[in-house]
């Protein structure tokens, strides 16, 4: 009779904590954060106004952009049509802004048919990111494409003449021109631009379910849209193309259109640069 004694109390507590295991999330829970999340395969999830994609191991990604709100509610419809709600609280960021005035007025908003330009490049990178390939090449693991002093960092802000410009959303790291760029975790290239305005020569990468990197300022692409890569493949060369003070690599990523920061997905540079 002893050993009834506990059965009860522990078929409680596993019934307590059968809704905690509905969903399970893993990553910084932080603006920039990338989640991987899993749910029981055939589930349904939504989160920030829109479907996830699962897949049928019920593993998806879940990216919190720079301004991700301060509570994400993720919506979990069960195979049976159970529907469980769970909140999740995003820690804010401090965001380096810079101010400079007294710039001319051409440096600040360029002509029409600048913008028609800039319009007509973004929507072909739009085009590309759109591919949402369903394979979750990401489980390769992640590596730096480049190692080196950074240069620039996520999230940062300038404010010419008082007007706000879009935030900078990459990771720049100062290399000379030439020095290869790595693909830094497998995917299939779906955009290869040589020259657009803003960003020179740009590679983007799908790493699947809505992640992709984007490689900013290129010299030369060495692989084209259809390739497949593998994590270390050297997939371009650094350059100072596009709008540019000096040689380097600016380093993007999105999942979806969420844009989310590239340095929390690999160990720090200093440690990466130790690495023989």
Do not use: C
Not at 55 to 76: E, H, K, S, Y
Not at 262 to 273: C, D, G, K
Request: cysteine-free.
């Amino acid at each position: 009779m002893k050993g009834y004694r506990y059965t009860l109390p522990v078929l409680a507590l596993l019934v307590l904590a059968l809704p905690a295991l509905a969903l399970e999330l893993d990553g910084p829970r932080r603006q920039g954060g990338l989640l991987h999340g899993s749910v029981a395969p055939g589930s349904k999830v939504e989160a920030l106004g829109q479907p996830l994609a699962v897949d049928d191991a019920g593993r998806f990604l879940l990216g919190l952009g720079r301004d991700a709100p301060a509570d994400v509610t993720l919506v979990v419809t069960a195979p049976d049509g159970a529907i469980s709600r769970h909140r999740i609280s995003v820690a804010a960021r401090d965001y380096d802004i810079q101010r400079i005035d007294g710039l001319p007025g051409n440096q600040v908003s360029p002509d029409e048919a600048t913008l028609q330009r800039i319009r007509r490049e973004a929507a072909a990178v739009r085009e590309a990111r759109a591919a949402r390939l369903p394979e979750r090449y990401f489980d390769s693991g992640w590596i730096w494409p480049v190692t080196g002093p950074i240069s620039g960092v996520y999230g940062s802000q300038r404010v010419l003449n008082g007007e706000p410009r879009q935030p900078h959303y990459g990771i720049d790291i100062a290399r000379p021109t030439g020095t290869p760029v790595r693909a830094p975790a497998d995917g299939v290239i779906t955009f290869a631009g040589p020259d657009l305005f803003f960003s020179g020569g740009t590679l983007i990468v799908d790493h699947g379910q809505g992640l992709s990197s984007s490689f900013l300022h290129l010299d030369a692409m060495l692989v084209a849209p259809g390739d497949r890569v593998a994590q270390g493949d050297v997939i371009a060369r650094v350059g100072a193309t596009g709008r540019v003070t000096g040689a380097h690599l600016d380093w993007r990523m999105n999942w979806r259109d969420q844009r989310i920061d590239p340095s929390l997905l690999v160990p720090p540079m200093q440690e990466a640069l130790r690495e023989p």
